[in-house]
């Protein structure tokens, strides 16, 4: 994963961009850079409206939701605005000189840290559950042919014992009595429905690397405010055969790690939230897109149509802005996705907004 995404030809740093292949809320509508001007400037009292204010976009594709804030931010706040994109790919040509380009994330950030879909994309392992325990998936690079490798190190059991707790077992026939012919002893995968099982093995997704770059992310803030944005799962509702899928130019296809396309995993959100709190030292928030958008005054309404013989064309623009919150805001699409809000150093509540 790490090689396909990021290595010399890798999809994102060789390629035209994730616009370019997939459909994420920075893309869907600025309704979205929207909302999160609004929690700047939620932060940015909170944080006593100081002289220069960090945006730190990690995972930041070709910058298009710093662009977006910039221009939606009110022009006071925007004027102490210092934007940094945190990106593996190469500065793109035409990026607003004043939007500063690395590949690090800097240090002692007061501000906001944004991971709008960064963390679906960092590199983690496979693994399968066999009689035997946990063991590494290894994949074929080229075909994408999967085949049990090792067991798992102990740091990642560990992480799966906790977070990812393996399925229930169940064996089917007791390999005696009178239907010991017919009803040999089978090991088989309980399927999270009473008495649904299918006898495949099932798979995880080893989450702890993406727990460590987050914290050590959240670590890089002074004073402020981290916000990841991304499809997850919890601890109770984990799925029973993990998430690993690729896109490429607008479609799902197999995940097969070779490059031409993007490799993405869902993320264990609780897991990464709490490797963060104990970083941040501080509660964090964690709410569906849908929640956090509507508190950040984003409702999805339509307009009255009585406004449409009023005032035809700003009812069709107030039209085409409730239509793209509407997609933002989809719980079976991106407005099931986490918001995942974590406080450094200062006391703010994320979901009022200004
Ligand atoms: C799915 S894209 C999201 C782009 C953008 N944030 C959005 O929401 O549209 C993920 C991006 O994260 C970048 N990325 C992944 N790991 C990174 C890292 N450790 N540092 C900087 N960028 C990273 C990738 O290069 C890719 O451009």
Known sequence: MERALYGPDGFFVAGPGPAAHFRTSV?????????????????????GQPDRLDVVDVGAGRGELLGALLAQAAPELAARIHPVAVERAARPAGLPPEIHWRHEIPEGI??????TEWLDN?????????????????????????????AL??????????????????????????????????IGVERGQPGGWDGGWARAEVGRKRDEVWAEAVGRIERGLALAVDYGHLRDARPVDGTLTGYRDGRQVPPVPDGSCDVTAHVAIDSVASAGERVARCAYTLVSQREALRALGADGGRPPLASASRDPAGYLRALATASAVAELTDPAGLGGHWWLWQPVGVALDPLVAR
Do not use: C, M
């Not at 893309?27 to 944080?47: E, G, N």
């Not at 007061?110 to 991971?115: I, R």
């Not at 066999?130 to 080229?142: M, N």
């Open 153 to 186: 190190s102990l740091a990642d059991t560990a992480w799966l014992t906790h977070w990812w707790p393996p399925p229930v077992i169940k064996e089917f026939g007791s390999g005696g009595g009178p239907d010991h012919d017919a009803n040999p002893l089978i």
């Open 27 to 47: 893309h869907a509508s600025p309704a979205f850079a929207a909302a999160v001007a609004r929690q700047l400037a939620v932060l940015d009292d909170a944080l």
């Open 122 to 150: 960092v590199p983690l392992d496979v693994a399968t559950y066999t009689p035997d325990g946990w063991r590494l998936v290894l994949v074929d690079p080229t075909t994408g042919e999967e085949t049990p490798g090792r």
């Open 110 to 115: 007061t501000g906001l840290l944004l991971a």
